[in-house]
């Protein structure tokens, strides 16, 4: 006797099957052990066909590749083994994805396709069209890095962030903006004097700085779509440590108008909101946390420069570093479970990473001077400054410590670093 099954009971599961076979399964970059991911980025086809823009799409395809090398967990095969053609025998070749690319040009317009392929299965996993201006090619390359990485990892890199620095201009110190690997870098202010502690404020559309253009320290607000520059803390004294609230309305300061140098939050005209700390010590250098219910912030109220964190909903304030005698600008990662900090070790300042709640630190540099330590926008890199070269240079390293290099070093000696949000907007 045949049995009979009921369809209506399979429905349910041939449901849930449909949706864990069609699920997306991500590369899990935080794995202990794991090896680089293989991928080729062959040179784009143009067309037309003429010199130049062969040459825009050699250059697209090395700007992708170099995109996906900075984030240090791609491979990138090169382009002399195999030709940069995007026919190859990838048989002869082990790589799990292949980008394929496409670039139309007329006049200074160009249109540009591309396609991540993965090889396991030869699948289209991501498809994406540009059109833009000649001159926004390296635009288009970052985006495309990010859809590639968040195809294969479920999450964003830092392709679409830029960082801000200070350094020399003229016989002066402006800051200066640049593309997250340091391509690109510009001058931004024109303050003719000493500027410091450049942020960018959560959504990148403006930076507070520190400038001491009248003599004395006052914070300024640049907003650099229109390049207006607005004063808004000129209190008595003190004015610096700008430090954007994650809602981008708020800014925690150290003012010393009342005699102490404490830390106030502040709207973005400058007006007084509230004030966190009362002496004793000098109190600076306040950073949030992700969620905004929490400030780190370092005082010498027990003698020498300390982490403290500050609670925002019970006003209590609580000690985490007892490791050395001189620990100084304190940056709370995206990701909240982290603060990275420079601390004095040998006559040296060496980048660490602590616990929010405190506990043993991690040290992650040991050669030259670092300093200014600031988390990229995914909390998976931290850059800095350093002196390991000769003259201050800005370098990046991974989160742990790992794989650390030069970012920017063509100018003069370049301070405290700042690591903007990713610009997701889809604007140039």
Avoid at 107 to 131: C, K, P, W
Wanted: proline share 6%; aromatic share 10%; glycine share 8%.
């Amino acid at each position: 006797m045949k049995k009979k099954f009921n369809v209506l009971l399979l429905i349910p599961f041939l449901v849930a099957w449909a949706h864990i076979a069609h699920a997306r399964i991500y590369v899990d970059i935080t794995s202990p052990g794991m090896t680089k991911i293989p991928i080729a980025v062959p040179y784009l086809n143009v067309t037309p066909q003429t010199i130049e823009y062969e040459q825009l799409g050699r250059k697209i395809s090395e700007i992708l590749s170099n995109d996906l090398t900075f984030h240090d967990f791609f491979s990138v095969l090169d382009p002399a083994q195999y030709g940069g053609r995007a026919d190859a025998d990838w048989s002869k070749f082990r790589i799990d994805y292949l980008v394929k690319g496409a670039v139309t040009a007329s006049g200074n317009a160009i249109v540009v396709d591309f396609q991540l392929i993965d090889m396991s299965n030869n699948s289209e996993m991501v498809s994406r069209h540009y059109t833009g201006r000649i001159i926004d090619y390296r635009w288009i390359a970052h985006r495309f890095c990010d859809e590639i990485i968040m195809a294969i990892t479920g999450e964003h890199g830092v392709s679409l962030s830029k960082i801000t620095f200070v350094g020399p201009n003229g016989r002066f110190r402006d800051v200066y903006t640049a593309d997250f690997d340091g391509a690109d870098a510009k001058v931004v202010t024109n303050e003719r004097s000493l500027v410091v502690s450049p942020r960018y404020s959560p959504d990148g559309k403006y930076i507070a700085y520190t400038s001491y253009r009248y003599g004395k320290p006052q914070i300024f607000i640049k907003d650099l779509a229109t390049g207006v520059t607005k004063r808004i803390a000129a209190y008595r004294g003190l004015n610096i440590s700008p430090a954007w609230a994650p809602d981008g309305r708020r800014l925690a300061v150290t003012l010393s108008k009342d005699g102490n140098p404490d830390i106030y939050i502040i709207d973005i005209s400058g007006k007084v909101l509230e004030r966190l700390t009362n002496g004793p010590g000098i109190n600076v250098s306040p950073s949030w946390s992700p969620d905004g219910a929490r400030l780190a912030f370092v005082s010498d109220r027990e003698g020498k420069p300390q982490i403290y964190i500050y609670d925002m909903i019970t006003k209590t304030i609580k000690r985490i570093t007892y490791n050395g005698n001189y620990n100084t600008d304190p940056q709370w990662s995206p990701r909240g479970d982290k603060i990275v900090y420079a601390s004095r070790i040998g006559g040296q300042f060496q980048i660490m990473t602590i616990a929010p709640d405190g506990g043993e630190p991690t040290q992650l540099t040991t050669v030259g001077d670092n300093e200014n330590p600031s988390w990229s926008p995914n909390g998976r890199m931290i850059i800095f400054s350093s002196n390991r070269l000769g003259g201050k240079a800005i370098f990046v390293m991974q989160a742990n410590g790992a794989d650390q290099r030069v970012v920017v070093r063509r100018f003069g000696n370049l301070t405290m670093p700042n690591w903007g949000p990713n610009d997701l907007s889809g604007s140039k």
